[in-house]
């Protein structure tokens, strides 16, 4: 039996808000549309947007600047020109960290509500991974990250 798009949410977030009550993050500040689901957890320098497409069954990651409030943001590049939200693995290149074997199992999972538990785990197992080194290193990411006072 397929899980219900609402199970899967479910799942997302049971998976995500321990993971981000780990690494101090807030959240999540949600948005579902018709066709993908955003969460947001938000820290003091860097944030990370979960994304999952419901037509292609897959979730992606992005590390972004959070802005003065708890908010999604909706374009990668700020207004001034800025970098304020990547993709993980653009992220990972950046930092020189090897996303594998976590985002070659994502690939092979991707397209199937089947598949959405193990995707979701090996994101999770990614990210637990590599969080620490985007954290430390934001401002090499985002070169005008700064801390941020919490709302």
Do not use: C
Request: net charge negative; no cysteine.
């Amino acid at each position: 039996m397929t899980a219900t798009l609402d199970e899967l949410l479910a799942e997302t977030e049971k998976t995500f808000d321990p993971w981000a009550a780990k690494y101090h993050l807030r959240g999540p500040v949600s948005e579902r549309k018709n066709m993908y689901y955003r969460a947001g957890y938000f820290g003091e320098i860097v944030s990370l947007e979960l994304l999952v497409e419901f037509d292609y069954f897959f979730v992606y990651a992005s590390p972004f600047l959070p802005g003065s409030n708890d908010e999604l943001v909706s374009t990668r590049v700020a207004p001034d020109g800025h970098v304020r939200k990547m993709f993980l693995g653009q992220a990972l290149d950046r930092l020189h960290i090897s996303g594998a074997p976590e985002e070659d199992a994502m690939k092979k999972l991707g397209g199937s509500a089947n598949n959405f538990r193990p995707m979701i785990d090996a994101l999770a197992t990614l990210l637990d991974r590599v969080w620490p080194e985007i954290a430390t290193h934001a401002a090499i990411l985002f070169p005008d990250a700064k801390p941020r006072l919490s709302p």
